[in-house]
């Protein structure tokens, strides 16, 4: 019995719980089984469980062919304590289930598990909302500084300054944002990066999936930004960070056989107790390195491994969210991870198990894990942890494309704009999405929304009664150089134009005049001599 695949969405970590228990208790066998000299209907050995919860896990696709036989034990650990099965006396809870002969039955209800009853957040308000132009100053004003009288200008300079001036410019104000805090950029961070998971989860609401509350703005601009040349987060509080027998013991493992730093003699199983002192520190860790609270995130990453690309991207993103000292840890565990399984020179960890299978058991649970006992969390850890290890060198890059749409979004916010009396628009809203249009709509919108605006300021230029005809006239003519079509389309013919336009009246040229002399020219007389 396959069951059915449970995708992403709200408490999808309970779904996989009583799904789970629908599909073994559908499917177990039952039959007649002798104990103490009598005999029991409709019971189940241990090892009979084992076998059949075994394969039914390993052919859910929920789950996979990564799970193991002896986490399929401890799940029926859990189910007995859960009273899902009971001993053939009824015992359950402080019993502990055995992979032997010992006899075990389903009582008459198996107990489901009920979806929390915590209220969704449906109001916006609870939700992260990003920054707008909501909020502005006015520039200040330069003080000692005497305002400039305004000042008439003539149509001919009014067209040396303008190309084309048609209509009159409203009264407008400059304005910008109030310098925009670290607090708030954060915000900008957490309000995106929560928007971008919703995204790629493909999810209509984030409700059961993460409490905005639990994510931090400012655990996600330190992972973003607070990284060495290798991407690992860098912690401002070293007291946060491991201790450094654990960081040489990590180094030891991953640079084998020239990561002996401390010098330190070695022997035959020098390696196995290195990785011991490795595996005991994590698994002392109060809290699993995803947290509890991002728990059911990464429980619907599960349900997008299909689909690696998308899954990495879900891992991107969401890895963000944790806290940077469980960041880094959890950067520095999968390298090791992946550097222990992938170096040939390192002896075999396990007499018994393969050192890939060996590294996945040992810390999946220390990765994932619930804040609920009763839960599959050893089965879903299993399964990420492997996706994790193999995509270590991915899940730890900034994505792209949140990086670009908040550095577009604050760089957006620090502009200064310019608002106009009476307008109320807002135009720092960008569109929620684009939908994708033809080549000939694109041609025809181009066309469109470049041709009526300019056509609308031709007609409000000739219905402009109070504008002198002679500026009209040199108005009208310069629109007509700079944009031919439109205006020939305004006025095809002649007749057209004459109708709308007031002609030019001529000027009369004054007639050549001969001014008559008073004084005809007379000739040279000399009335005396300058002789002596």
């Given at each position: 019995?396959?069951?059915?695949v449970i995708?992403?969405?709200?408490?999808?970590?309970t779904?996989?719980?009583?799904?789970?228990?629908?599909?073994f208790?559908g499917g177990?066998p039952?039959?007649?089984?002798?104990?103490h000299?009598?005999y029991?209907?409709?019971?189940?050995?241990g090892?009979e469980a084992?076998?059949?919860?075994h394969?039914?896990?390993?052919?859910?696709?929920?789950?996979?062919?990564?799970v193991?036989?002896y986490q399929?034990l401890?799940?029926l650990?859990?189910f007995l304590?859960?009273h899902v099965i009971?001993?053939i006396k009824?015992?359950?809870?402080?019993e502990d289930f055995?992979?032997?002969g010992?006899l075990y039955?389903?009582?008459?209800?198996s107990?489901l598990k009920s979806?929390?009853t915590?209220?969704?957040l449906r109001?916006?308000?609870?939700l992260?909302?990003?920054i707008?132009?909501d909020d502005?100053?006015?520039?200040p004003?330069?003080e000692?500084?005497?305002?400039l009288k305004?000042?008439v200008?003539t149509?001919d300079?009014?067209?040396?300054?303008h190309?084309?001036a048609?209509g009159?410019?409203?009264e407008c104000?400059l304005i910008r944002?109030?310098d925009?805090?670290?607090?708030?950029?954060?915000h900008?961070w957490?309000s995106?990066?929560?928007a971008?998971?919703?995204r790629?989860?493909?999810?209509?609401t984030?409700?059961g999936?993460?409490?905005p509350?639990h994510?931090?703005?400012k655990?996600?601009?330190?992972n973003?930004f607070s990284?060495?040349?290798a991407g690992?987060v860098?912690?401002?509080?070293?007291?946060?960070d491991m201790?450094y027998?654990?960081?040489?013991a990590?180094?030891c493992l991953a640079?084998?056989?020239?990561?002996?730093e401390?010098k330190?003699p070695?022997?035959?199983?020098?390696e196995?107790?290195?990785l011991?002192t490795?595996a005991?520190?994590?698994q002392r860790l109060k809290e699993p390195?995803?947290?509890?609270h991002l728990y059911?995130v990464?429980v619907?990453?599960l349900s997008?491994?299909q689909?690696?690309?998308v899954?990495?991207?879900?891992l991107?993103?969401?890895?963000?969210?944790?806290?940077?000292?469980n960041?880094?840890r959890?950067q520095l565990?999968?390298?090791?991870?992946?550097?222990?399984?992938?170096n040939?020179h390192?002896p075999?960890?396990n007499?018994?198990i393969a050192?890939r299978?060996?590294?996945v058991?040992?810390?999946?649970h220390c990765v994932?894990g619930?804040?609920?006992e009763?839960?599959?969390?050893?089965l879903?850890?299993?399964?990420?942890?492997?996706?994790?290890?193999?995509?270590?060198?991915t899940?730890?890059q900034?994505p792209?494309?949140?990086?670009?749409?908040?550095?577009?979004?604050?760089?957006?916010?620090r502009?200064?704009?310019?608002?106009y009396a009476?307008s109320?628009?807002?135009f720092?809203?960008?569109?929620?999405?684009c939908?994708?249009?033809s080549?000939?709509?694109?041609?025809e919108?181009?066309?469109?929304g470049t041709q009526?605006?300019?056509?609308?300021?031709?007609e409000g230029?000739?219905?402009?009664?109070?504008l002198?005809?002679?500026d009209?006239r040199?108005r009208?003519k310069q629109?007509?150089k700079?944009?031919p079509?439109?205006y020939?389309?305004?006025f095809?013919?002649?007749?057209?134009?004459?109708?709308?336009i007031p002609e030019?009246?001529p000027?009369?040229?004054?007639?050549l005049?001969?001014f008559n002399?008073?004084?005809p020219?007379?000739?040279?007389?000399r009335?005396w001599?300058?002789r002596?």
């Amino acid at each position: 019995m396959e069951g059915r695949v449970i995708g992403p969405g709200p408490y999808r970590a309970t779904k996989l719980w009583n799904e789970t228990i629908k599909l073994f208790r559908g499917g177990m066998p039952l039959r007649r089984h002798w104990a103490h000299f009598r005999y029991y209907d409709f019971s189940f050995t241990g090892s009979e469980a084992v076998d059949y919860l075994h394969e039914l896990l390993r052919y859910n696709y929920n789950f996979g062919p990564e799970v193991t036989r002896y986490q399929t034990l401890q799940l029926l650990r859990k189910f007995l304590k859960a009273h899902v099965i009971e001993d053939i006396k009824g015992r359950h809870g402080t019993e502990d289930f055995e992979d032997n002969g010992h006899l075990y039955r389903f009582p008459t209800l198996s107990p489901l598990k009920s979806f929390p009853t915590r209220p969704l957040l449906r109001d916006s308000s609870d939700l992260p909302r990003l920054i707008r132009w909501d909020d502005y100053e006015e520039l200040p004003q330069r003080e000692n500084i005497a305002p400039l009288k305004s000042a008439v200008m003539t149509s001919d300079l009014w067209n040396k300054r303008h190309s084309v001036a048609i209509g009159d410019v409203n009264e407008c104000k400059l304005i910008r944002r109030k310098d925009i805090t670290p607090k708030q950029v954060d915000h900008i961070w957490k309000s995106m990066t929560i928007a971008q998971l919703q995204r790629v989860l493909g999810l209509k609401t984030l409700d059961g999936v993460l409490n905005p509350t639990h994510a931090k703005g400012k655990h996600i601009v330190h992972n973003v930004f607070s990284v060495n040349k290798a991407g690992i987060v860098i912690l401002e509080n070293k007291a946060e960070d491991m201790p450094y027998w654990v960081v040489s013991a990590m180094k030891c493992l991953a640079n084998w056989p020239n990561g002996n730093e401390t010098k330190q003699p070695v022997y035959p199983g020098f390696e196995r107790d290195v990785l011991r002192t490795v595996a005991d520190y994590f698994q002392r860790l109060k809290e699993p390195l995803l947290t509890f609270h991002l728990y059911e995130v990464f429980v619907n990453i599960l349900s997008l491994l299909q689909e690696p690309e998308v899954a990495a991207e879900a891992l991107q993103v969401s890895s963000l969210l944790l806290p940077p000292p469980n960041r880094r840890r959890l950067q520095l565990l999968l390298r090791l991870m992946a550097r222990v399984c992938q170096n040939p020179h390192l002896p075999p960890l396990n007499d018994t198990i393969a050192t890939r299978t060996l590294m996945v058991q040992m810390f999946s649970h220390c990765v994932l894990g619930s804040v609920d006992e009763m839960d599959l969390d050893e089965l879903l850890a299993t399964k990420l942890v492997t996706f994790m290890m193999e995509h270590h060198n991915t899940i730890f890059q900034v994505p792209s494309k949140l990086r670009c749409q908040v550095e577009e979004h604050l760089s957006h916010l620090r502009r200064v704009q310019i608002k106009y009396a009476g307008s109320d628009t807002d135009f720092s809203a960008s569109p929620a999405f684009c939908k994708q249009i033809s080549r000939v709509e694109s041609e025809e919108q181009k066309v469109i929304g470049t041709q009526t605006p300019l056509q609308e300021l031709l007609e409000g230029l000739i219905a402009d009664k109070e504008l002198p005809a002679k500026d009209k006239r040199k108005r009208l003519k310069q629109f007509q150089k700079s944009y031919p079509e439109i205006y020939h389309n305004r006025f095809p013919t002649e007749e057209s134009k004459a109708a709308v336009i007031p002609e030019k009246t001529p000027k009369l040229k004054p007639h050549l005049m001969l001014f008559n002399l008073k004084k005809p020219f007379q000739p040279f007389q000399r009335s005396w001599s300058f002789r002596a």
